[in-house]
């Protein structure tokens, strides 16, 4: 149903997550501004064709910005009259992040920062951030608690959003700020960035090339399907809270190996196995205590990691036969 009044706006809408979101509020007759920078990160061509669905739709706006440009912000924010915000724009991925620290920080710091500054100053409903699971660094405890003390992020990516955390805090305390932190849990699905492991495992396993394993393969991942992260934000968008933190996550892990495995029945193939050194600022393990988020946001995923991975693999051949 759609809202009367008001936009919503999808920072870094072009992206994976985002322009999943933007799909969603698009078919559910909102109006959205959409604004990402199109960075080289990887490919531009296709975060666009991530739009090409919503492309032309009288209820939607794309701007080409950066979130670290803030007149631009201000004025776009009043000229669509935005009362609620979905904050995903980031600089994404935690071995990159170790390469540019400095980079990490400036957009995904300081870019916050400068929302924020943007975003106190409207009449807004709500302020939701997409944070990240690697918040909770090394933290042997699962599966993770919102209420974990976390004080060791293990990458500079995982600081970056740690830090995006504390100062949702501090602008909801300071001006009332109405703001949800969503931890995302390793997102997968149809758009998922081509660096990312499902993506780039599918993609070696079709061509026969090696699939790097980093470590022994023993790393647990909380594998959550975009559908079942898309359902979280909505209900977030949906029901403003003064400051709360929820993971999303599918509450389920699986071992890299496994992964594989499932992928290889998915595609149809064996993989060939390229064993490397593990990689500093992974995190051993990712497990999300989802009962929270159950309870206030309803939220219920309901895609198992098999099926996932097999829609995934559908999709990827479908875009390769360029169907989609």
Not at 43 to 53: E, F, S, Y
Not at 103 to 120: M, Q, S, W
Not at 235 to 254: H, K, Q
Not at 276 to 285: H, R, T, W, Y
Request: net charge neutral; with cysteine; hydrophobic share 40%.
């Amino acid at each position: 149903m759609a809202r009367s009044g008001g936009c919503t706006l999808v920072t870094g809408g072009a992206g994976f997550i985002g322009s999943h979101v933007v799909e969603a509020l698009v078919a559910r007759q909102e109006r959205v501004l959409c604004l990402d920078n199109f960075d080289q990160f990887y490919d531009p061509d296709i975060k666009r064709a991530n739009l090409r669905a919503v492309m032309g739709q009288p209820n939607f706006t794309l701007v080409e910005a950066d979130i670290r440009d803030g007149e631009r912000l201000e004025a776009l924010c009043e000229s669509h009259q935005v009362d609620r915000i979905f904050h995903a724009a980031a600089r994404a991925g935690v071995r990159p992040s170790l390469l540019d620290p400095l980079l990490y920080e400036d957009v995904n710091v300081r870019g916050t920062i400068i929302l924020l500054e943007v975003a106190r100053r409207r009449p807004l409903k709500t302020f939701v951030f997409a944070s990240s699971s690697s918040v909770y660094g090394g933290l042997q405890t699962v599966p993770f608690s919102e209420a974990a003390s976390l004080s060791r992020p293990i990458s500079p990516y995982a600081a970056t959003k740690l830090a995006g955390e504390l100062l949702c805090y501090t602008y909801h305390h300071l001006y009332g700020l109405p703001i949800t932190c969503l931890r995302l849990f390793t997102v997968y699905g149809p758009r998922q960035r081509p660096e990312m492991a499902i993506h780039q495992f599918v993609r070696l396993i079709e061509e026969g090339q090696p699939v790097p394993l980093f470590g022994d393969g023993t790393v647990r991942r909380d594998f959550t399907y975009i559908d079942d992260i898309v359902q979280g934000v909505m209900a977030a968008l949906d029901r403003p809270f003064p400051f709360e933190v929820f993971n999303l996550g599918e509450s389920d892990t699986i071992e890299l190996t496994d992964l594989i495995g499932v992928i290889e029945q998915c595609v149809g193939k064996k993989a060939r196995i390229q064993a490397l050194p593990a990689q500093p600022g992974d995190m051993p393990v990712t497990y999300a205590d989802i009962t929270k988020a159950k309870r206030s946001l309803n939220y219920r995923p309901t895609t198992p990691v098999k099926e996932g991975v097999c829609r995934f693999v559908d999709w990827f051949r479908a875009r390769q036969r360029g169907e989609i």
